[in-house]
């Protein structure tokens, strides 16, 4: 019998772009250019990833998850999120 693991990734809440402090702001679906670039927002912002996932996946091929983050004013896509990814939480 083989046992599945299930392990949650920790994602921290704040960290640091260059001198400035970026804080997490959540999770978006975005249009996916070359190289898996994000390129436009077509979503809200949601608070859960997996919220986020289902929504990309309900776009289809070409969309997917991002978290994003806040540094100085503008929202910004940080890095993708995929199902396998999943669960993941945001650190204090």
Known sequence: ????????????????????????????????????????????????AEEAVKAAEKFGVGYAAFRTYKCVSDETPFEMIRGQDLPVTVGP
């Open 1 to 48: 019998m083989i046992a599945s693991v299930c392990l949650m990734r920790q994602l921290p809440n704040t960290w640091m772009v260059g001198t400035k402090r970026a804080v997490h702001q959540g999770f978006a679906v975005y249009k996916v250019g070359p190289l898996n670039r994000p390129m436009d927002k077509l979503s809200q912002t949601y608070a859960s």
